[in-house]
């Protein structure tokens, strides 16, 4: 199904099928990943590396864990303790890692469009974990799992994503993959925040979140990236919690079966309110879950490739 695919570098080169189908493998790895003992021989012999330029939390444990659960051998290249910081660039470390006889790299880079860099000079397939602000497909794919898990499906519904849609990588790949299935996809954030023509991606566009929010089946904060801000955007955290932060009175706005979603790391009170963050609607801690089963989903596609064989449904 993904056979023309060498690597996964974001959502936007893939259709509604292949969406599906790596949801369909997902939904099986969560089986597996739900049992007492996890481990399965999925990827024996395969190796796999995780490359990360930036910080990560739960993608990187996610990635690890899902080769180790699956028997594969996963290790991490640290860009603070490797040959990078003697000035090897990134190409070269790539190349080094591909000489060892890798078969996945998964990198997550500052840089918009590196891991398509990459992917151009390795025989390993690179699966993006985030480059810049360009693309996040695994975070995606989670998030699509959790809503497929509680809704059945994504025609129709109303998908409000809301905060810092300038700087955000996992919007991106959201808006490419839930209208791919069919989803209603509402932005909502002040409008500096919102960046010009995304409107073209085939989405609605707020510059108040309530409007975003209103009828909503799902509503997705988004993290303020205080690391990517330019200074000017937004007045202060105060304010911006006030008029763009959500809390039980705007996810009032949502039906009252919508789900809260967020892509973490959250910051508490500024994006959404620690009483709906650990609220009866909200599924975040169920997103981290998904990411571990997506994970092995996509590890098992994409090291199974050269095999011949990649269905495991
Ligand atoms: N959502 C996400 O990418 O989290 P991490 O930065 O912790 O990996």
Same mark, same amino acid.
């Given at each position: 199904?993904?056979? %023309? ?7 936007? /080169? ?25 481990? #399965? ?17 739960? #993608? ?17 290249? @640290?860009? @603070?303790?490797?040959? +990078?910081? &003697? ?9 080094? !890692? ?5 078969? !996945? ?15 151009? =000079?390795?025989? $390993? ?14 975070? /995606? ?5 959790? !809503? ?11 998908? /409000?994503? *809301? ?11 959201? !808006?490419?993959?839930?209208? &791919?299935?069919? $989803? ?23 510059? =108040? ?8 089946? +799902? +509503? ?25 932060? *959500? ?10 079966? $919508? ?7 959250? =910051? ?11 609220? %009866? ?21 994409? $090291?199974? %490739?050269?095999?011949? =064989?990649?269905?495991?449904?």
């Amino acid at each position: 199904m993904l056979g %023309k695919h060498k690597d996964l570098l974001g959502i936007k /080169a893939l259709s509604a099928e292949e969406i599906m189908y790596i949801l369909k493998n997902a939904q099986t790895m969560k089986y597996i990943l739900m049992q007492n003992n996890k481990k #399965t021989p999925h990827l024996q012999g395969k190796s796999i590396i995780t490359l990360f330029y930036e910080n990560s939390t739960r #993608t990187r444990l996610s990635f690890e864990l899902a080769a180790k659960y699956m028997g594969g051998c996963a290790a991490n290249v @640290s860009a @603070s303790s490797s040959s +990078v910081r &003697k000035g090897e660039t990134l190409i070269d470390t790539a190349r080094t !890692i591909d000489a060892m006889g890798t078969d !996945i790299i998964i990198l997550r880079h500052s840089m918009s469009g590196a891991p398509h860099l990459i992917a151009k =000079n390795v025989k $390993a397939s690179v699966i993006n974990a985030g480059d810049g602000m360009n693309e996040h497909p695994t975070q /995606a794919l989670l998030d699509a799992l959790t !809503i497929l898990e509680h809704k059945g499906g994504f025609e129709g519904l109303k998908v /409000a994503i *809301v905060g810092d849609v300038m700087h955000s990588r996992v919007v991106r790949s959201n !808006i490419y993959l839930l209208t &791919k299935l069919g $989803a209603r996809v509402a932005l909502g954030g002040p409008a500096t925040l919102l960046p010009k023509g995304i409107e073209n991606l085939g989405v609605e566009v707020y510059d =108040n979140i309530d409007a975003a929010i209103t009828d909503a089946d +799902v +509503v997705m904060g988004l993290r303020m990236q205080l690391e990517r801000q330019k200074s000017g955007l937004v007045p202060n955290m105060r304010e911006y919690s006030r008029f763009f932060g *959500v809390d039980d009175k705007r996810l009032a706005l949502a039906k009252p079966d $919508a789900l809260l979603m967020h892509p973490g790391p959250v =910051n508490r009170g500024i994006e959404l309110t620690t009483s709906i963050i650990d609220g %009866k609607t909200s599924v975040i801690d169920e997103q981290v879950t998904n990411g571990v089963a997506v994970r092995m989903a996509v590890l098992y596609i994409f $090291a199974r %490739k050269g095999d011949g =064989n990649e269905n495991i449904g």
